[in-house]
């Protein structure tokens, strides 16, 4: 089973950068699919949520508007489009995979996002 998140980097404020997290190893389809991120000192925060069809999604207050969650079932990937980006946003940002019905879960190994001028 693998979680590999990539698209992390630095990225000037106000600007925009994709997060992908690309699944292996088990029914990704099954799985409902979560960003987290996890500033410096800080505890790891929801930030965004998606539904096992896609049908669905949620985001943390904080980041409504600005980013987007997105799904392919066919590529086994998660994405998360994050625009208008502000320094408050810098984390290691983790995509996670969870069966509801059973509560199995998986955790990617995290992205840094850095946004700074």
């Known amino acids: 089973v693998q979680l590999v998140e990539s698209g992390g980097g630095l990225v000037q404020p106000g600007g925009s950068l994709r997060l992908s997290c690309a699944a292996s190893?088990?029914?990704?389809?099954?799985?409902?699919l979560k960003w987290y991120r996890q500033a410096a000192g800080k505890e790891r925060e929801l930030v965004a949520f998606?539904?096992?069809?896609?049908?669905?999604?949620n985001y943390a207050d904080s980041v409504k508007g600005r980013f987007t969650i997105s799904r392919d079932n066919v590529k086994n990937t998660v994405y998360l489009q994050m625009n208008s980006l502000g320094s408050e946003d810098t984390a290691v940002y983790y995509c996670?995979?969870?069966?509801?019905?059973?509560?199995?879960?998986?955790w990617g190994q995290g992205t840094q996002v850095t946004v700074s001028s």
């Open positions: 998606i539904s096992s069809t896609g049908g669905n999604t």
């Open positions: 996670n995979a969870k069966y509801e019905l059973t509560g199995r879960e998986y």
């Open positions: 190893g088990f029914t990704f389809s099954n799985y409902q």
